[in-house]
């Protein structure tokens, strides 16, 4: 599987660094999206040490944009992707905030096919400039991993996090006493905010066929998974024709 075929992650990075764990969000991630990186622009938010976003080249993606806020791991990244092969022609690693760089007009991300946005949904709270920015990018698919608060209420359960973990959520507006509030949506509460930005949910992968078409990955590395308090999904636009797009037609008055 992809992470045994490229073992460097396991170094460059000591968040979830299972590799059971991480080969199964490849198979959820990558392989069920398959289809949508064959020659796409893609975006990589939170790009961490560059483990997706060579994925997504590797699953045939023409270039890929990462955006990381911690200078260790875009050094890692370049140095991941070298070692892998890629030329540097096909990736590119953006140092800042994800809400500054998403927002930034000099850097034209305005092209982008795919966003991934993969473990970060999660560690904010400013929802709507985070979303704001990836529909800017205007992209045909988003891949959206994220932990869940399992409630059927369109709520999001508040949490305070460490900005000093690499795991956690990075210092910016809002942090105090080196600390970050941030939130786990529910399902509803999800989709209610893609919708307000007029994207839908296309397929939310199933994880326990995906868990148990694999007896060998240990249970305990899915866990989060398996109980439903994070999920994987493709999503498209829903609601509002993409740039470009045609419109549908208005029905005559009767």
């Not at 000591?14 to 990558?30: G, Y």
């Not at 760089?101 to 966003?115: F, G, I, N, S």
């Not at 007896?215 to 470009?244: F, L």
Request: proline share 5%.
């Amino acid at each position: 599987m992809f992470f045994d075929d490229h073992p460097r992650f396991m170094e460059t990075s000591s968040t979830a660094a299972n590799r059971d764990r991480l080969n199964l969000r490849h198979e959820a991630i990558i392989t069920a999206n398959r289809h949508v990186f064959d020659g796409a622009r893609v975006v990589d938010i939170a790009s961490h040490d560059g483990r997706w976003s060579c994925a997504a080249l590797r699953a045939g993606a023409k270039h890929v944009i990462g955006i990381e806020a911690r200078q260790d791991l875009v050094d890692h990244s370049n140095e991941n992707m070298a070692h892998y092969g890629f030329s540097p022609d096909s990736y590119h690693f953006e140092c800042g905030d994800v809400f500054d760089v998403l927002h930034d007009q000099q850097l034209r991300l305005e092209d982008a096919d795919v966003v991934m946005c993969l473990g970060f949904f999660y560690h904010t709270l400013r929802y709507p400039e985070l979303l704001t920015g990836i529909t800017r990018l205007n992209p045909g698919f988003l891949i959206l991993d994220t932990a869940v608060y399992d409630s059927t209420e369109k709520v999001v359960r508040i949490f305070s996090e460490s900005t000093g973990k690499e795991r956690n959520a990075v210092a910016g507006p809002g942090t105090r006493n080196d600390r970050m509030l941030t939130g786990w949506p529910s399902v509803p509460a999800l989709e209610l905010m893609l919708s307000m930005w007029d994207y839908q949910v296309e397929e939310y992968v199933d994880w326990s066929a995906l868990i148990g078409a694999h007896p060998d990955v240990a249970r305990q590395s899915t866990r989060q998974y398996a109980e439903g308090n994070r999920i994987t999904a493709r999503c498209t636009p829903g609601r509002a024709p993409r740039k470009g797009a045609a419109a549908e037609p208005t029905p005559a008055a009767p």
